[in-house]
C-alpha cells in the first residue's frame, strides 16, 4: 500500500477531506478506492463494538438516512443520539469483516458503493456466527469532505424463494 494511501486510512476525517480534494481534482476512482478500504476499515471496527473508530473515519452528512438490515422505518441521523452509539457499542461485539465490492460507480461529488459485508459477529446477545448483508453506501462530497449520506443493508446475502420474499414483504413470521 502506497504511503498516501497508507495515511488517508488511518487519518480518518482528515483523510476523507484529502479523499474530496482528490476528487475535485479529477480522481472520483481514486477517490471511490479510497473509501472502499476505508469503509471496511469502519465497518470492521463497528463489529468489534468499536463505535468512536467507526465515527472518526465515517461522518455522516446532516441528512443522513439508514435502512437497517433489521427492517424497519428508516433511521435518521438526527435520532442518533449518545444513547443510540452506547447501545451499538454494546450490540456488537467481537466481530470480524470482510467487504466484497460488487461495483462502485464515482463523480467529483458522489460515491456508491455496492458491497457484500461478511462478519463473524456476536450481534446483540447472539453467539457468534456469520453474518453476510449486502450494502449499498452513498458518500458526498461536501466542501471538503466526504460524508456517507445513506446506508442501505439488508441480510439476503443468500438467495430465497420467491414464497419467503413474499412473507417477507406482508410482514409474515417465517
Known amino acids: 500500500?502506497?504511503?498516501?494511501?497508507?495515511?488517508?486510512?488511518?487519518?480518518?476525517?482528515a483523510g476523507l477531506v484529502s479523499l474530496a480534494k482528490t476528487a475535485q481534482s479529477g480522481g472520483a476512482d481514486?477517490?471511490?478506492?479510497?473509501?472502499v478500504r476505508i469503509s471496511e476499515k469502519?465497518?470492521?471496527a463497528l463489529m468489534r463494538?468499536?463505535?468512536d473508530t467507526y465515527r472518526a473515519l465515517v461522518p455522516r452528512t446532516q441528512d443522513f438516512t439508514l435502512m437497517s438490515p433489521f427492517g424497519g422505518t428508516p433511521s435518521r441521523e438526527a435520532g442518533f443520539t449518545e444513547k443510540t452509539w452506547d447501545g451499538m457499542r454494546q450490540?456488537?461485539?467481537?466481530?470480524?469483516?470482510?467487504?466484497?465490492?460488487?461495483?462502485?460507480?464515482a463523480s467529483a461529488d458522489m460515491v456508491v458503493l455496492a458491497?457484500?459485508?461478511?462478519?463473524?459477529v456476536e450481534v446483540g446477545g447472539l453467539p457468534a456466527q456469520d453474518w453476510a448483508l449486502?450494502?449499498?453506501?452513498?458518500?458526498?462530497?461536501?466542501?471538503?469532505?466526504?460524508?456517507?449520506a445513506h446506508r442501505h443493508a439488508d441480510p439476503l446475502g443468500h438467495a430465497i424463494t420467491l414464497e419467503q420474499s413474499a412473507a417477507l414483504g406482508r410482514g409474515a413470521a417465517s
Open 134 to 148: 449486502r450494502v449499498t453506501l452513498v458518500y458526498r462530497r461536501e466542501g471538503e469532505e466526504w460524508r456517507l
Open 115 to 120: 458491497v457484500i459485508e461478511r462478519a463473524r
Open 42 to 44: 469502519a465497518n470492521a
Open 30 to 35: 481514486a477517490a471511490a478506492a479510497d473509501l
Open 49 to 51: 463494538g468499536d463505535v
Open 91 to 105: 450490540f456488537f461485539k467481537n466481530g470480524t469483516l470482510t467487504q466484497e465490492v460488487v461495483e462502485t460507480y
Open 1 to 13: 500500500m502506497s504511503p498516501s494511501r497508507r495515511s488517508v486510512l488511518v487519518a480518518g476525517t
